[in-house]
């Protein structure tokens, strides 16, 4: 067939244009203009640097031919016999030029694709349309596309795309895009083609050991999908997710799915080997510490080392202490130890504590060691200072990890609320050092109940003073309960720190009304 396709775009992919146009004369050199209609017609009407403009005469290419002189068809003959480009090879490349400009690709963009992937010419153009929606029906469009095409254009013709791209489409879960659009930009961007070969029956493997269907798109979504899944076998995988079983399996992985990020053999087992043995081999308890802060397996064993040697030598504790301390509060090996621990453990020693004392603290207020000095314990500080507690005293100590567990607002709230009810500073004092944990309570909390024992017990609020574990009883579960239950309607009588801190069933067997066995809550 003979082509009278002129294309400044590729010359690889044309006849020379000087020569074409030399041989062929004024009358293909200055073809008459396209008329609207038919340029919209024209498939190839977009592409500015080539044109068709035969369509544009309503003419065949053969007719055309004929239309030309003798001579010169002679001459358009021999000129296309030594240059032209297999049919094929112009065709989809041309149906390529137009396709990436309606993307976004450059000419000179476009060229370079091509030059450094020649296999896109040979490539069959439907294959490659295909490849595309199908990439456009998973989110990957706009920008992201032409992106993506730009760095990794094999993407258009590798057959482990294609078979990843049916298998998200088709197989896996209908109706639903499994991998977030940008996730699998990601992979597909970041991997080499040939390492998705056995995506989807990783895939698979994964639901088949425990993955609940309806989660697998967070676990996908919220891993690397490179490491997790393309760099390990499915034997690997395997041979993880059976290890995790012992230590929360599939509950682990779903509460931190980029687990399966890590190597095994060289990461995995090493950190959960720690733990087991700082446990003294306790498997629920190691796997307790696993499943309240699985981001703990992101540090090394040296992080973990350092951490665990500093408590030992600066705090004196033991390895059963430490291991309490972590399986209360894992988040301490997310504190720096220059920063944190090592300020806060200080401040505790000048504060006369000894070893037994920051354990007993560390145990009930681990807060103390990863909270903000400057936007949170200095003010804490300062308040417990200005109503009385001496610097470096145990007291102040004990007042600080309390303090831990509320807000600097709430706590200057508790303040005001037993200022208001009249009580001075000493006496403010007088019941944190009795019971620390006055001061972290709820102030909305301890107001109800401050007024009920005033104005529905009859209580003077001073009777407040010898009892002060009274504010951390549950309101109705235990004081309106207790209260209404003995009968009383005054504050003669019972004192509240008999009537609130019997036991239930001591309590029931002193009145006639039994009582039934409740919860409280503080």
């Known amino acids: 067939m003979v ?47 080539g044109t068709c403009w035969f369509s544009t005469l309503n003419l065949s290419p053969k ?63 439907e294959s490659i349309r295909t490849q595309i929606h199908g ?35 088709h197989d896996l879960v209908k109706d639903t895009n499994m991998i ?86 060289s990461q995995l087992i090493p950190r959960i080997e720690f733990f087991l043995n700082m446990s003294g081999g306790d498997e629920v308890a190691t796997t307790t510490v696993l499943l309240k802060l699985p981001f703990i397996l992101a540090y090394t064993v040296d992080h973990y080392t350092n951490h665990v040697d500093f408590f030992r030598s600066f705090a004196g504790l033991t390895d059963e202490e430490i291991f309490k301390i972590i399986l209360v509060y894992p988040s301490l090996f997310s504190a720096s130890r220059e920063r944190k621990l090592h300020p806060r453990i200080e401040f505790l020693k000048q504060c006369g504590f000894n070893s037994n004392d920051i354990y007993k603290l560390l145990i009930k207020a681990p807060l103390f060691l990863s909270l903000s000095f400057d936007d949170n314990l200095a003010y804490k500080l300062v ?5 009385g507690y001496e610097h470096r005293t145990k007291e102040l100590g004990l007042a600080m990890g309390w303090v831990c567990r509320t807000s600097c607002k709430n706590m200057q709230e508790v303040i005001s609320l037993f200022l208001n009810y009249g009580l ?40 407040m003073l010898a009892f002060p574990a009274f504010l951390g009883y549950g309101f109705d579960g235990r004081i309106k309960h207790r209260f209404e239950a003995s009968g009383k309607n005054s504050g ?14 001591r309590f029931s067997k002193k009145h006639e009304k039994k009582l039934p066995v409740l919860v409280t809550k503080a």
């Open 3 to 49: 082509h009278l396709f002129t294309f400044s775009m590729n010359k690889s992919l044309s006849p020379s244009p000087t020569s074409f146009l030399c041989a062929c004369g004024p009358d293909i050199i200055n073809p008459p203009p396209p008329s609207p209609k038919a340029a919209s017609l024209n498939p190839f009407s977009s592409i500015r640097h």
């Open 63 to 125: 007719s055309s031919l004929l239309a030309l002189p003798l001579s010169r068809r002679r001459r358009l003959f021999e000129c296309n016999v030594l240059q032209a480009t297999p049919t094929h090879e112009v065709d989809s490349a041309t149906s390529l030029f137009a396709l990436f400009l309606e993307m976004g690709i450059s000419k000179k963009g476009t060229d370079a694709i091509l030059e450094n992937h020649p296999a896109l010419r040979v490539a069959p153009f």
């Open 135 to 169: 990439l456009q029906n998973l989110g990957i469009n706009g920008p992201v596309l032409f992106r993506l095409i730009k760095k990794r254009p094999d993407v258009l013709i590798a057959k482990e795309i294609h078979s990843l791209v049916c298998f998200l489409s």
């Open 180 to 265: 977030e659009a940008a996730q699998l930009a990601r992979l597909l961007t970041a991997t080499d083609p040939k390492l998705l070969s056995g995506f989807e029956a990783k895939v698979r493997l994964m639901l088949d050991l425990g993955i609940p269907t309806e989660r697998l798109a967070h676990v996908l979504n919220n891993v690397n999908l490179t490491k997790a899944l393309c760099l390990k076998s499915y034997e690997e995988i395997e041979r993880m997710i059976s290890f995790l079983n012992g230590f929360g399996g599939v509950e682990l992985i779903l509460r931190r799915p980029a687990i399966l990020n890590f190597d095994l053999d």
């Open 383 to 387: 308040l417990l200072v200005k109503i």
């Open 424 to 463: 001075t500073c000493e006496e403010i004092l007088a019941m944190g050092k009795k019971h620390p944990q006055v001061l972290q309570y709820n102030h909305k909390s301890m107001k109800l109940k401050l007024d009920y024992l005033t104005q529905e017990m009859g209580y003077e609020v001073k009777e």
């Open 492 to 505: 003669e009588g019972m004192s509240i720190n008999k009537l609130f801190s019997m036991s239930t069933a």
